[in-house]
């Protein structure tokens, strides 16, 4: 098989456009065969560098590689001329003036369903004429075939009148010369592929092609939100950069991609990009629409963390924090091993690795204490608790998590409180925030210095007016 991913870098690779490169490239794989990277870059004004560079990084982010390319379409202009003139003169295709409204008075005359066919003249746009007798049939592996009489196409332009060369015929071209066996992509192009199998059916008759077989077709359901309306913007994340700085992982937005629109077969959802690649084929791609629902992927990357090593799992957080967050390098000056360590104890808490540094950054320092935590837990019956933990984990010899627990859930019991009376208190003052990692782990993990010293900071600022007995 040989395949082909072909974006047009006018802005940011989307969930849809990611989808066609994974299962272009889990096919490739799949099969043995190779996926070549083309760049449709023929829109000159939006197809900036940084757009390219963009697609090109979020592929890389995928770890979707290629074989060959990418090559650019804009490159391949003399190419496409040539084929061009090669047509005119075998008088596969003709120039025309015709206008639309030329093609409409036509239509008139001959009844609506009549394909267009112009006259050839000296100067004009390029069509491609199309034969009288026949149909051109879009055989595609999801949605059956589709035939078109060619009574009723009309002429498709091929070309301006200066020579470049428009849409369907590039791609048709690039496909033929690069070997496609398989076009594989979104539903919106559906419509197009009459148009290009005409193409590459005169191109064919001029030789080219070297006796290559019609590419097999495959045209992938379209994308709605969880709303059953088409997917966009406003159902979240929608670019493969987004995904990454929402902390989603990469082999969790492969699996949670390639089930959009296709499934194994046994409702197996959780399948690594080993089985993907072993179990992906064309022929379980529903023509449903698939929907993009954020909130399953985050279900799905949250047990891709769970189900992660640590020290793996590490190195993702760095990476992360590295790429997304400039208070990060807090994290970059650390012992590694007290990193590991947060990463651990927030490892069941965490869905994606966004999540990581809000819960865990108090670890590698101070933080401020939040106005409405410290307001609802270190009140006076607050503080009084704070007072009790500290003056109990100061007694502590072992300062290890089974003597801090057994410690703070003694106060628990001594006081006749609810355990959050305690715990809450506590976490307020070592976090500045009520979530943390459990809290027994929390504190182990700062140590007895530590934990003394924010506990104390908590007790002055919040307490003062305590200590000197004035009333407020
Ligand atoms: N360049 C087209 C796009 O980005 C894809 C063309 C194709 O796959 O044939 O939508």
Not at 45 to 65: C, F, G, P, Y
Not at 135 to 143: E, G, L, Q, S
Not at 252 to 280: H, M, Q
Request: include cysteine; hydrophobic fraction near 40%.
């Amino acid at each position: 098989m040989r395949l082909r991913f072909a974006p047009s870098p006018t802005g940011a690779l989307h969930i849809g456009g990611a989808r066609t490169a994974l299962f272009n490239w889990l096919l490739a794989r799949h099969s043995g065969g190779q996926l070549v990277l083309r760049i449709e870059d023929t829109d000159k004004e939006r197809s900036t560098k940084e757009n390219v560079e963009q697609i090109l990084e979020a592929l890389r982010w995928l770890e979707l590689d290629w074989d060959e390319g990418p090559i650019f379409q804009s490159e391949r202009a003399p190419r496409h001329e040539q084929v061009l003139e090669a047509l005119l003169d075998a008088g596969h295709a003709y120039r025309s003036s015709a206008t639309a409204d030329d093609v409409k008075v036509y239509k008139q005359r001959h009844g609506a369903d009549c394909g267009f066919r112009g006259e050839q003249e000296k100067e004009g746009a390029v069509r491609l004429r199309v034969p009288d007798e026949g149909a051109t049939v879009v055989h595609d592996v999801i949605r059956g075939d589709t035939r078109f009489e060619h009574v009723h196409l009309d002429d498709p332009v091929i070309a301006r009148a200066d020579g470049s060369v428009l849409y369907n015929f590039a791609v048709a071209i690039d496909d033929l010369d690069a070997g496609i066996t398989h076009v594989v992509r979104g539903e919106d192009h559906l419509s197009n592929t009459p148009k290009q199998l005409l193409v590459l059916g005169a191109a064919r008759a001029l030789g080219l092609g070297e006796g290559a077989q019609e590419p097999v077709y495959a045209h992938l359901p379209l994308l709605h939100g969880p709303d059953g309306k088409k997917l966009s913007k406003r159902h979240g994340a929608a670019s493969v950069q987004e995904l990454r700085d929402a902390g989603y992982l990469a082999e969790a937005v492969r699996n949670y991609i390639a089930l959009l629109g296709w499934g194994a077969g046994d409702d197996a959802t959780v399948l690594s990009t080993e089985e993907l690649i072993k179990r992906f084929t064309l022929e379980r791609v529903s023509r449903n629409p698939a929907r993009f629902d954020e909130t399953k992927l985050r279900w799905l990357n949250g047990l891709y963390i769970r189900t992660m090593n640590a020290s793996e799992l590490t190195a993702r957080v760095q990476a992360y924090l590295a790429l997304t967050d400039a208070r990060a390098a807090q994290l970059a000056g650390a012992d590694p091993a007290l990193t590991q360590r947060a990463v651990e104890i927030s490892q069941e808490k965490i869905a994606t690795l966004a999540e990581f540094w809000p819960l865990a950054g108090f670890v590698f320092g101070e933080r401020l204490l939040k106005p409405a935590a410290a307001e609802r837990w270190l009140g006076v019956e607050g503080i009084e608790a704070l007072r009790g933990v500290r003056a109990a984990l100061a007694e502590l010899a072992e300062f290890d998590q089974v003597a801090i627990a057994s410690t703070l859930e003694g106060l628990v019991e001594q006081r006749a409180v609810k355990p959050r009376e305690i715990y809450q208190p506590l976490r307020v003052a070592l976090t500045g925030t009520t979530i943390s990692p459990g809290i027994f782990e929390s504190v182990a993990l700062l140590g007895p210095e530590e934990t003394l010293r924010r506990i104390d900071a908590a007790l002055n600022h919040c307490a003062p007016a305590a200590d000197t007995g004035v009333e407020s």
